[in-house]
């Protein structure tokens, strides 16, 4: 019988399709698709054009598309942020149920997480370990459980699915409201857009847009809006995504102000 099985998270060949975020990470590391993809497929089940935190709707609905049913479970244990049990205890109560062949979607501490026998995945660790690392949070609130299945009978031929949403756009399938709005944002806003041509030829539909500005703090110090978690990487592959982006720097501008860069005197 097929099984669900945790894995390493995915962050693809090229730094532009990788997703820092745990919601993604914990999708790439039972489907194997990136992280880009994975964001991707989550803005389409959210609507929304920047992932930076995803909720649980958006990742048990995005599992699904990938035909892989959530499953609630608390094993008797009272689930909540505040007052739930840390992950430890959590292990501990559940060390029958804990089989190497189960599955079980976490969020603890704010952070999704992956649990499979004794072990442990997630966007931090990147990889499979034990669940005793010294990577992993053990003290966090355990407010969610989830156990992951496929959807139908394996032996009919159910598996996982990477759906068409969670692949990158061709270039052909854009539309051009996207293109425009994006552009016409980026010029009002001062900030500047790189086409980067991955194929042979210009035409090439796979081609990154990269962003670049010249916000500062007070102290006339680059400011990154990546490291600062405002947006999820400078480069994005479709028009829709850079527009998101967009927006949101936009936002940390109305309600931190806009300082542009000065050379010193």
């Known amino acids: 019988m097929k099984n669900i099985n945790i894995r390493p998270v995915n962050h693809g060949e090229t730094k532009a399709d990788r997703n820092r975020y745990c919601g993604p990470s914990v999708i790439s590391a039972v489907t194997g698709m990136t992280t880009g993809e994975a964001a991707r497929l989550l803005r389409h089940v959210g609507g929304r054009k920047c992932i930076k935190g995803s909720s649980i709707r958006e990742v048990t609905d995005a ?27 959590w292990l501990r109560h559940t060390v029958k149920e804990r089989t190497a062949k189960r599955v079980f979607l976490i969020v603890a501490g704010h952070h999704w997480q992956l649990v499979q ?15 005793r690392d010294k990577k992993v949070k053990r003290r966090a609130r355990v407010s969610n459980v989830y156990e992951l299945s496929l959807l139908g009978i ?3 031929g159910a598996k996982i699915e990477i759906p068409a949403e969670a692949r990158k756009p061709k270039a052909d399938a854009v539309a051009t409201s996207d293109y425009a709005a994006a552009k016409r944002l980026a010029k009002k806003m001062n900030i500047e857009i790189d086409l980067d041509y991955l194929g042979p030829s210009r035409q090439s539909h796979d081609i990154q847009k990269w962003i670049s500005y010249d916000d500062v703090d007070e102290n006339n110090e680059h400011l990154d809006f990546a490291d600062m978690g405002i947006i999820d990487g400078h480069c994005s592959y479709d028009w829709y995504e850079l527009h998101g982006k967009l927006e949101e720097i936009q936002r940390y501008r109305d309600e931190h102000g806009y300082r542009r860069y000065k050379e010193a005197a």
């Open 63 to 89: 599992l699904q598309m990938c035909n892989i049913k959530s499953t609630y479970k608390n094993f008797g244990l009272k689930l909540s942020r505040s007052k739930g049990p840390t992950l430890a205890a």
């Open 117 to 131: 026998g004794r072990r442990y995945v997630c966007g931090i660790v990147g990889e499979p370990v034990s669940i």
């Open 154 to 156: 394996a032996e009919a």
